[in-house]
């Protein structure tokens, strides 16, 4: 069995690198291919590590063109397709591995079903808010197999005319370095980034909307100006590359303040401990919903990208106002919000989905009842 | 914290690669300091001859804006203090460390250079 995952961002890393931590220690034919802000200096370079780290890189596809608006997005996706037909005529993977709902992961499933490539999505079904919320509901309709993270997510796919061998409700694989405890120190973060080892801080992940990317730099205003009001530090993570995110990058570094420390990328664990370390979550990360809750932290969600998504006790949404953002924040720094989220539980799992994802692809014959898709409704 | 003249750390992010790799080669820190502007030194970033070095290998193109490999993710210190930034250096090998007031306007810069010098009894 070949596994060829499909990785353009630092999210779906999060999802893919438990499943290849998996194929390595089992022996599972794997590789990788790269794209979008995985292979851009100014999102990271994410691949760098990847490749350091010995993970198997079969491709990395450039196709992100500058600009950063509509226009821009849709014609990246259509260069990051040509060029993924050629991979899947190389490789001649057994499954094609897709996550989340991004665009280069529809081109994906869509070269995948017009060359009859087996195709698996994670973290299939969800509802969530613009764009990516569609996009992941069109990946549903030409994968083969949907690992949703929860039963409501496995009962819409259903819902949707999916037939019910292809829906396994694994849990969100995101979670399973938690569970195994590779998450860094926090104190030990602290120390290394220069942040006062006492104080409490704020953990900040800010992305543009796409369909409301001419109001990034203003949302972003937004956000600042509500963060200005409290004194602890900020941890913020620099945005994904959606239409929007030039203007809220260009935002953030002409308006930051001392207190704020940017990260353009962290490596997991290390995310993963700025999240176990912190007061609370600001923004409108999917983390915020998916891993925040495993570490009992407030998350605040501000506007409609998660928006109608599955959400934990943890979760305060507010709107893109500053007075309303503060109100949210100073409700997710009170202690008897956090005490009260001691004992809750997190709606994506337990932490050990990428084992169930890969049985199930052991388990799964390519034949044609997989590949000639039937829709139920 | 004697007065000194910054501008031989300085880039703005209009720079091409090559410009600010003639700042770095000028400065003897390994690093420039990247600002909105000579005048506010709003501090954006920094850039290093390693970041160079790498686009170079990459096949980029000298007159390239730095834009895309400026480090906004850089240490920095809110005070002067020359015993945090000689720890910094010891730690992390930095050629320079900037040090920036609450709107993160440049105040003053460590070298590391300046920092050894220093601790030999040459300056």
């Known amino acids: 069995m070949k596994l060829l995952f499909l990785n353009g961002s630092r999210g779906e ?19 990788i291919c790269a794209t979008n ?4 200096p100014g999102y990271g370079s994410l691949i760098k590590d990847i490749r350091a ?3 198997e890189v079969c491709d990395e596809i450039f196709m992100s063109l500058e600009g950063h608006n509509h226009t821009t997005m849709a014609k990246s996706l259509a260069v990051f397709m040509t060029s993924f037909v050629d991979t899947l005529r190389r490789e001649k993977p057994d499954w094609v591995i897709l996550s989340g709902d991004r665009g280069e992961q529809l081109m994906g499933a869509i070269a995948c079903a017009y060359t009859y490539t087996p195709v698996a999505h994670i973290q299939a079904g969800e509802l969530s808010g613009n764009i990516d919320g569609v996009s992941r509901h069109a ?7 949907h690992f949703a993270a929860n039963a409501d997510a496995a009962e819409r796919l259903q819902k949707l005319g999916e037939e019910d061998f292809r829906i396994h409700n694994v849990g969100h694989p995101a979670l399973d370095p938690i ?5 860094s120190d926090p104190a030990e973060l602290k120390k290394h980034h220069g942040l006062n ?7 900040v992940v800010l992305h543009p909307v796409t369909e409301d990317y001419e109001q990034a730099d203003t949302q972003a205003a937004a956000l600042m100006e509500a963060l200005g009001q409290f004194e602890q530090e900020k941890i913020w993570i620099l945005s994904n590359n959606d239409a929007g995110a030039s203007r809220v990058r260009d935002h953030v570094l002409r308006h930051r303040t001392a207190d704020i420390h940017l990260f353009e990328n962290l490596p997991r664990e290390d995310f993963l401990g700025f999240m176990k370390g912190a007061q609370c979550m600001v923004g409108n ?3 915020g919903l998916l891993e925040a809750p495993t570490f009992h932290l407030p998350a605040i969600n501000i506007g409609r990208r998660q928006h109608r998504r599955v959400q934990g006790q943890n979760v305060i949404n507010t709107l893109f106002e500053p007075a309303a953002i503060s109100a949210a924040i100073r409700q997710g720094c009170d202690p008897v919000f956090h005490q009260s989220l001691t004992t809750t539980t997190n709606p994506y799992g337990d932490g050990h989905s990428a084992e169930k994802i890969i049985s199930v692809l052991k388990q799964t014959q390519a034949d044609d009842q997989l590949l000639i898709k039937r829709l139920t409704y | 914290m004697e007065s000194e003249n910054l501008t031989p750390y300085l880039t703005t992010e209009t720079a091409t690669l090559l410009e600010a790799a003639r700042v770095i080669r000028g400065n003897y820190a390994r690093t420039a300091v990247v600002v909105d502007d000579f005048e506010t030194r709003k501090v954006l970033g920094v850039i290093s001859e390693g970041d160079i070095l790498e686009a170079s290998l990459q096949g980029v193109d000298v007159h390239t804006p730095i834009t895309e490999f400026v480090n906004h993710s850089f240490t920095y210190l809110h ?7 000689q720890q910094r250096f010891a730690q992390h090998g930095f050629g320079l460390i900037p040090v920036v007031d609450d709107q993160m306007q440049l105040q003053h810069v460590y070298t590391m250079l300046r920092s050894f010098r220093k601790s030999m009894g040459i300056e």
């Open chain 1, 179 to 183: 569970a195994k405890g590779c998450v």
């Open chain 1, 197 to 203: 080892s006492e104080a409490p801080y704020f953990l």
């Open chain 2, 79 to 85: 005070e002067a203090d020359e015993t945090a930034a």
């Open chain 1, 139 to 145: 990946i549903g309709k030409f994968a083969h197999l």
């Open chain 1, 37 to 40: 802000m995985v292979l851009l």
């Open chain 1, 53 to 55: 780290q010995g993970y």
């Open chain 1, 285 to 287: 990360s999917s983390a």
């Open chain 1, 13 to 31: 890393w999060g999802y893919i690198q438990p499943l290849v931590d998996i194929c390595r220690d089992q022996s599972i034919d794997y590789t």
